[in-house]
């Protein structure tokens, strides 16, 4: 299903910064839709992780008409774009949907975060699923988008091509979730994880300090440890690690890196239109990065510890009260600063911006009024970068439980995310034992470019 309803839119250590540097769709309804747009507006994306998994109800597809147990207690509103309503609480966002394609029919059938958020990351259902706390071994070692976007497109410049903030995504338990590097790709092709809290009055990447803040004693004993490397074994992987080090080096002797983490040369005002905390000035970081030509950034949701759920999505108990007093006001305000920062400085046409979580939630409360993991359908969406503006493609049933039209699996996201880049969603790709293998098996959704 196709709904076109506006016109179309033509402080980190250095030990901790050199180990980051290591390591279905048929035919459109309406004849104007036909042929897609070329591929390769997008210079860049900035890809939304919301850790938990948001409501499919509460977000962008409400279902007003359903029974209260359904519904819940927050109301749908009329957007930019006549037609298309979302929840209540995303005011701002509301008033950005003629820029933005939303997709209702994502679903990957697997109620487990670490293997759902798997499959979202890479395009790969993992093997088994709904396996929680799942390792990044093979099978289940297929490359992150982030990854396979530093394999299609190495950085020209001093800045990795992709980076992760502001951590990764994990479980309770410290359990880190896989499809968050370039797995069978081998680690030169990990995004560089770069752990850190833009929100902190201090923030400051020590790693990257000015050369003249850097005794040269301290950088000749840097040199002297990448020199030490050369001692270790030879080898594929022992290679890769050592050419991540060496790029780390570089970017501490030099400026490309720490002019674009340097959150002070944003204004005051911006900073606060984006909100104060680590998730919010974390998007505002990576619109720096972009711009600094870094070609994917992704953006976690981070815990809060003296927040219910430690302030993530997984709203198993009191979900209205979390969703009502600072999952939804949190989100809809970085999000839409974000849409309309890249707007003003004339960065959306060629920054795509990528907003989903790993599942949805169930249609119906638990005994706790929480919703519980629900793979089976929910909503994404999509903004800048070329994406038509005003669409709303797939449905879901009268209760958002499964789809109704349109459905959408990762791989169709990964490959319009490609797509959208200029990059061939079959171009081969080769293993670490050189065994080739397509970026991705997955369809373009023609219906958003």
Not at 311 to 328: E, Q, R, S, V, Y
């Amino acid at each position: 299903m196709l709904t076109l309803l506006t016109p179309d839119r033509d402080p980190l250590s250095r030990r901790a910064w050199l180990r980051a540097g290591a390591v279905g769709l048929g035919g459109l309804a309406l004849p104007q839709l036909a042929a897609a747009r070329p591929a390769g507006r997008a210079k860049s994306v900035i890809v939304f992780g919301l850790l938990g998994g948001p409501s499919q109800h509460d977000t962008w597809d409400p279902k007003p008409d359903a029974p209260a147990e359904v519904r819940g207690p927050f109301g749908s509103i009329a957007t930019r774009t006549p037609g298309l309503r979302v929840g209540e609480l995303m005011p701002l966002t509301a008033q950005l949907t003629d820029k933005l394609a939303v997709l209702r029919a994502v679903a990957t059938d697997d109620n487990a975060h670490s293997s759902s958020g798997y499959q979202m990351l890479t395009g790969v259902p993992h093997q088994p699923p709904s396996q929680e706390n799942a390792t990044p071994r093979a099978p289940n070692n297929a490359p992150s988008l982030g990854s396979i976007v530093r394999y299609l497109r190495p950085a020209p410049g001093k800045l990795p091509a992709a980076v992760t903030l502001p951590e990764h995504m994990w479980n309770d338990g410290g359990f880190t979730w896989p499809g968050q590097d370039a797995g069978l790709l081998g680690r030169k092709h990990d995004p560089w994880l770069v752990p850190c809290d833009p929100s902190n009055a201090r923030f400051k990447i020590d790693s990257l300090a000015a050369p003249d803040e850097v005794p040269a004693a301290r950088l000749r004993d840097r040199r002297g440890l990448l020199g030490g490397l050369d001692r270790f074994p030879t080898g594929a992987e022992s290679e890769s690690y050592d050419a991540g080090v060496r790029k780390a080096f570089e970017l501490v002797a030099s400026g490309a890196a720490r002019e674009a983490f340097d959150l002070n040369r944003e204004p005051a005002k911006l900073r606060e239109r984006y909100g104060n905390s680590r998730f919010a000035q974390s998007c505002l970081l990576a619109r720096r990065l972009v711009e600094a030509g870094v070609s994917l950034v992704q953006v976690n949701w981070t815990r809060i510890a003296n927040l219910p759920n430690q302030g993530g999505w997984d709203t198993h108990a009191k979900h209205n009260d979390a969703a009502k007093d600072f999952l939804m006001p949190m989100m809809d305000r970085a999000f839409s600063a974000l849409v309309s920062d890249l707007e003003v400085r004339g960065l959306l046409d060629e920054t795509l911006v990528v907003w989903f979580g790993e599942f949805g939630r169930t249609p119906r409360f638990n005994g706790n009024a929480g919703r519980d993991h629900w793979g089976h359908v929910f909503s994404l969406a999509l903004a800048g970068g070329g994406v038509r503006g005003g669409v709303v493609y797939g449905a879901s049933d009268k209760h958002g439980a499964r789809p109704a039209d349109g459905r959408v699996a990762p791989r169709d996201l990964i490959a319009t995310v490609l797509h959208l880049l200029g990059l061939p969603p079959e171009a081969e790709l080769r293993d670490t034992e050189g065994r080739p293998f397509p970026a991705s098996r997955g369809e373009v959704i023609r219906a958003v470019v």
